[in-house]
């Protein structure tokens, strides 16, 4: 994990002191609302439907038991006793009182955490991979690549004010677990001839004008990687629009130019920026590297289970995953039980979570773009007492990448933004499938809801996915078909006219039945549907 | 009939203009007519609320009920969340939101 230096913690003091000042003249009255609303959200303030909310940054997903007992705290004392994980792998609090926000990020900033970069124009929380360190597939660890990111981006003068907000993924396996190409920017680390480099791609995002990101660069090698970074950043900067607002992301820019022109601008750019000097010296990205080193794994660890126990049995093959380190997996915590709201956990299960990580898992913990949690090192034999306490904690819901595993956004009963509710959706969903066997039997099923068009729910990369809509004041739900946030990449189609809530429900068991009736062995739903496409789905559901 | 709402600046509390207030409870609010948009903008200036707007509502014997989705999710709360509802104790209190 990285440990913040002298200068890491006195950027984020000195900002909780800023913020103190501004909360004051803005509850004082020297500050309008008008004034201080790009203060606040510089700082992760929002105001929402029914009071104001806080994004607290969670830097690559990765945090330790202190913080997520911080996390648990801050729930516990200045909210409702919960907190929401989101797809940008953060969390929210819905209930928080703006005379209450300074001493919040004060809280936050002894454990190394702040709200910084979680709203505004600017270069977002980096996400990576939640399996980072610990996945057996990728080439190298992506985190210090994310914390030099983070570094580089955080306060830069010249990307402070985008035309538009810029989110960045990092991975470094094949499998892709963050969604990579569904970002402004994605980076994809890989060895060529023994090099360490990375492939890069822009212009991907969801949002009302989904995208999915060109190759830019096929490998520039890790010396250049900031370089070419900071050029396709300058690039954006100097020609994305800023007129509208809805056409202001790089995606629009990069459509517009076309990906060739694109290219030969930021290659222009970046022979410039390479005389600059902005790659960090090898002493410093080894320094950044050596937090991220490895828990001291048992070479003797056992990798034997009982699985004599027939629901431990069945979380073990489904929410375990393969470690790196022989003896060791990586333990999914699924935040989607039947009937729950997706990404919700309550300040004692967050409590819980952290001495799991503490106890079993090298105090190590990731958030997910799934909304779920990861405990990351774990010894395969303590798997069943963590699993025994995951149970106690209602925490044990074995349905990674099933039907029920949903993405879900806060929707209408949360957000100012959105058109219709997402999450009664879900839990009608998870309700119609609950019988752990259906959902095992229909397998890997990706099924995401927005509720508007803004995507934060991302809808377009769900095998299924559900978009809320406003019809003349009522919720509508359109049904999008084939999507995928992962290295099969895709962007789900529209069936056709929408339904209201429990007609969307009908209509996806309607898809899944078409799905049974019509799969070839070992076909996920997605290749089932790329196979016979769209028209069978449509059949059944609007005969 | 029109109603002005908005956040109660420190807390963020979801608040109605009841004539001379601001109550969090939607029954206490009043048509605010013609006078509506004037009276949330010196409201805001007097910062006795935050970022108030103006609503279309109906009268009920209730009290009033706003005419959007969104206003009535306002009026009570998360309708996944009753035990985070104004009126958590009853069950149905919530049964004219959606």
């Known amino acids: 994990m990285y440990k913040y230096d002298e200068y890491d913690q006195a950027v984020v003091d000195a900002r909780v002191d800023e913020f ?172 060529r001839d023994g090099v360490l480099g990375a492939k890069i791609f822009v212009g991907g995002g969801m949002g009302r004008t989904p995208m999915i990101a060109p190759e830019i660069k096929d490998f520039i090698t890790a010396d250049d990687l900031m370089s070419y970074l900071e050029a396709c950043l300058r690039v954006y900067n100097r020609y994305g629009r800023r007129d509208n607002i809805y056409k202001a992301r790089i995606k629009i820019l990069i459509h517009e130019l076309g990906a060739d022109e694109y290219r030969r601008q930021v290659e222009e750019e970046f022979a410039q920026v390479k005389q600059l000097g902005i790659d960090p010296p090898a002493a410093e990205l080894e320094r950044i590297s050596a937090m991220f080193a490895s828990p001291p794994f048992d070479p003797a660890a056992d990798d034997e289970v009982d699985r004599s126990d027939p629901d431990f049995a069945v979380w073990l093959d489904q929410n375990v995953r393969q470690h790196k380190q022989r003896g060791y997996a990586i333990v999914n915590i699924s935040l989607k039980p039947v009937g729950g709201i997706p990404g919700d956990a309550s300040a004692e299960q967050i409590d819980v979570m952290a001495d799991l990580a503490e106890r079993f898992s090298a105090n190590e913990l990731r958030v997910t773009h799934a909304q779920n949690i990861v405990l990351p090192h774990v010894r395969i034999a303590d798997l069943k007492l963590i699993w025994d306490q995951l149970v106690e904690a209602r925490l044990a819901e074995a349905n990674l990448d099933l039907i029920s595993d949903i993405i879900a956004c806060p929707g209408l009963d949360y957000c100012s933004l959105a058109n219709a509710r997402s999450i009664p959706v879900a839990q009608k969903i998870a309700q119609r499938f609950a019988d752990p066997a259906r959902q095992r039997d229909l397998g890997e099923l990706k099924l995401k809801i927005s509720g508007c068009i803004n995507a934060c729910g991302h809808h377009h990369a769900g095998h299924i996915g559900i978009l809320g809509v406003d019809r003349k004041g009522t919720e509508n739900y359109q049904l999008l078909l084939g999507g995928s946030g992962a290295e099969d990449v895709s962007l789900g189609k529209i069936t056709g006219p929408g339904f209201d809530e429990d007609g969307v429900v009908d209509a996806i068991e309607r898809v899944t039945d078409t799905y049974i009736a019509v799969r070839q062995k070992g076909e996920r739903f997605v290749d089932t549907y790329r196979r016979v496409g769209m028209e069978p789905f449509k059949e059944a559901i609007y005969g | 009939m029109k109603l002005i709402t908005g956040n109660d600046l420190a807390t963020g509390d979801v608040v109605w203009w009841t004539g001379d207030d601001w109550s969090r409870h939607v029954e206490d609010a009043k048509d605010a007519g013609e006078q509506a948009e004037a009276i949330a903008r010196e409201q805001e200036a007097a910062r006795r609320v935050n970022v108030p707007y103006v609503i279309e509502a109906t009268a009920t014997a209730e009290g009033p009920r706003p005419a959007h989705i969104k206003d009535r999710i306002r009026a009570l709360g998360p309708t996944v969340r009753p035990d985070l509802t104004l009126k958590p104790a009853d069950p149905t209190a919530g049964s004219w939101v959606i």
Request: one cysteine or more.
């Open chain 1, 20 to 191: 103190r000042d501004q909360v004051r003249r803005r509850l004082a009255g020297e500050i309008t609302e008008d004034q201080f609303k790009p203060l606040r959200l510089m700082n992760g303030l929002y105001l929402q439907l029914h009071a104001y909310m806080l994004r607290v940054a969670v830097p690559y997903g990765t945090l330790d038991s202190r913080q997520m007992r911080m996390l648990a705290h801050i729930a516990r004392t200045y909210d409702r006793g919960y907190g929401h994980f989101t797809t940008r792998q953060n969390i929210q609090y819905n209930w928080i009182k703006l005379e209450d926000a300074p001493d919040i990020l004060a809280e936050l900033a002894t454990v190394e955490m702040h709200a910084i970069q979680t709203s505004g124009n600017c270069i977002r929380n980096i996400s990576s991979d939640q399996f980072a360190g610990a996945a057996a597939d990728e080439v190298a660890d992506p985190r210090p690549w994310a914390e030099l990111l983070r570094q580089w981006s955080t306060f830069h003068p010249e990307f402070s004010y985008l035309p538009r907000k810029f989110k960045i993924a990092v991975i470094a396996a094949d499998e892709d677990r963050a969604a990579m190409r569904l970002h402004d920017i994605g980076i994809q680390l890989l060895r």
